[in-house]
């Protein structure tokens, strides 16, 4: 089976000095960093159980062991197992935080990526939905906050191809931003940077966030250069902390890619723009492959063959980046090409098998050896 992306996850802080009692976790994310998800499963599940077998606990474990192993489920392709563990999540945090609590947020998000992938796209909608709706419940709501989840909404939409609702989600989106950023708020902007710069370091992940604030603001101003130095610096936080080929990073590259064209510095712009295409079309590739199994699994060979030819017509476009940026887009379209000539081979249509293989063989050497 093809991996996602490396996934991270991470023991939160106040955790961290029950000391044994994480160590299931800390083991099963350096397995999951390293792309080990099947050997990272087990240890979550086991640790799971055992949180669960303890009446005298009150489980603080018991959300992040949860969300680990939703992350490596993600990775894994178990999409079903994504939604019921998420929905777990989701009813403990409500008996816990509250309804309305905005710890529900990222796992609303987290459940509504499963929904799209199981092609439930009502349900997705609905979750996107509420995650906002808690938010602009919450009296202290960022700006920011609402404009990216508005700007998720509005993604959703667009791939939905439901254009009407797509551009007044944006809109809004765009609204939350410019009512956030103007002019006076530079100073208390710049004097967070600074108290950061001297708390955490200067290259510490935590200033990033507030790195790309500010540059936003100044790119508003049409304050280029300052905006690029700033984004400029942000990217390299970002990237070390995130990966070379983080679908995440893609942000922090078009931010840059953005005020650079704005100068006209396009022969600087275009390839930065490319290198985020290619991470975003490495991502795509990865889920469709995942689908692919993933129905192949159910027995909608159908459907799971559609998913494959896909992938490996887009895997094929793939920008081909150099050294370290480059996000083996040929190791990738191999390894959906050995996954879609297993499913032939197992549905005993060998000749569509070899004509597949024939097809992309002088384009990629796979790892099969069938």
Known sequence: MLKAAAVLFLVPVYLLAQGDATKPLQNAA??????KYSEAEPILTRALAAEEANP????????????????????????????????????????????????????????????????????AEKALLRAISIRQKTSDASELDLANDYAELGSFYLAQKRYAVAEPNFRRAIAFIKQKIFPPAEQPLRRVVWIQERVVGPNDVKLAPNLDRLALLLFEEKRYPEAETLYRRSLAIWEPNMGPINPSLTTALDNLAVVLAAQMKFPEATPIYTRALAIREKATVENMNNVALVLQGKGDTDASEKNFTRALDLASEIPALPGDKSVGEKELLGKVLDNYVDMLKALMRTEDAARVKARWRPTVKTTASK
């Open 30 to 35: 350096a397995l999951a960093a390293a792309g």
């Open 56 to 123: 005298t606990a009150d489980h603080p474990l018991l959300v992040p062991i949860l969300d680990a192993l939703g992350a490596v489920y993600r990775a894994e392709g178990k999409i079903d197992n994504v939604e019921a563990t998420y929905l777990r999540v989701l009813q403990i945090l409500e008996q816990s935080d509250g309804e309305n609590s905005v710890t529900l947020i990222p796992h609303l998000k987290l459940l509504a990526g499963a929904y799209v992938a199981l092609t439930l796209p009502a349900d």
